[in-house]
């Protein structure tokens, strides 16, 4: 069974500091996407990385993937309120019938005190 | 584009009854998925189609749960008869394609009492 984790679960700073927060598996992922989720709304894609070692940058958040597609990290410079959410991980693995198979981590839960 | 359109944001049904959630996915889209979010499981994947053809339904939880999709502008999930452990938020998501994220509607909040 394919398996997402992300840590930390709860994280709580303060506006202004970095962070970093972890998706982890121990399968290889054709792509892996980063969401954010606001209270009361759904997931919105932040951004999608394929290539194994891939940096992708969106202003002050920087995702990386890993050199295996095993993993991920989203690191969030000089953080804001606005950042405030839960940051979900989504895995897509291609399967034999040519469709994907997409699983989600439980979410990383970010708060961003002014 | 308005988006993924689901409908109704909240629902609240008495135990037993039958509870119609719809979703309009955006157009262009080739795949649309119902997912279930509760606090104990996190997003959990119910069921997805492509072109209209439901491809895996292996996430409904038993056969109260049913999808339909008769056009590539419309999809509903049905519970029948609901039950108080079907509380939770649904949401529809459509992707153009394979290996693209999705968008995701803002959700039904669905409660059995």
């Known amino acids: 069974t394919q398996l997402l984790e992300q840590s930390p679960q709860f994280l709580s700073i303060q506006e202004g500091e970095n962070l970093t927060v972890y998706c982890n598996s121990s399968?290889?992922?054709?792509?892996l996407q980063w969401y954010r989720q606001e209270p009361g709304e759904g997931p919105v894609l932040l951004v999608t990385?394929?290539?194994?070692?891939e940096v992708k940058k969106l202003k002050r958040l920087t995702f990386q993937f890993g050199d295996a597609r095993k993993d991920s990290s989203l690191h969030i410079t000089a953080a804001q309120p606005g950042d405030t959410g839960l940051y979900l991980c989504?895995?897509?693995?291609?399967?034999?019938?040519?469709?994907?198979?997409?699983?989600f981590g439980p979410g990383t839960s970010l708060s961003v005190i002014p | 584009d308005a988006g993924v359109i689901q409908s109704p944001r909240h629902e609240v049904t008495e135990m037993g009854q039958e509870v119609t959630l719809r979703c309009k996915p955006i157009?262009?889209?080739?795949?649309l998925f119902w997912y279930r979010q509760t606090m104990m499981r996190g997003l959990e994947l119910l069921i997805y189609?492509?072109?209209?053809?439901?491809?895996?339904d292996s996430g409904m939880p038993e056969d109260r749960f049913s999808a339909k999709m008769p056009n590539a502008s419309f999809s509903t999930l049905k519970i029948q008869p609901s039950e108080p452990r079907d509380s939770a938020v649904y949401f529809c998501?459509?992707?153009?394609?394979?290996?693209?994220?999705?968008?995701f509607g803002s959700g039904t909040r669905l409660t059995v009492v």
């Open positions: 998501a459509s992707r153009q394609q394979a290996n693209y994220g999705y968008t």
């Open positions: 189609f492509n072109n209209n053809v439901p491809i895996d």
């Open positions: 989504a895995g897509s693995s291609r399967m034999k019938t040519s469709y994907d198979k997409v699983i």
């Open positions: 157009s262009g889209h080739d795949y």
């Open positions: 399968s290889v992922f054709s792509s």
């Open positions: 990385v394929v290539t194994g070692g």
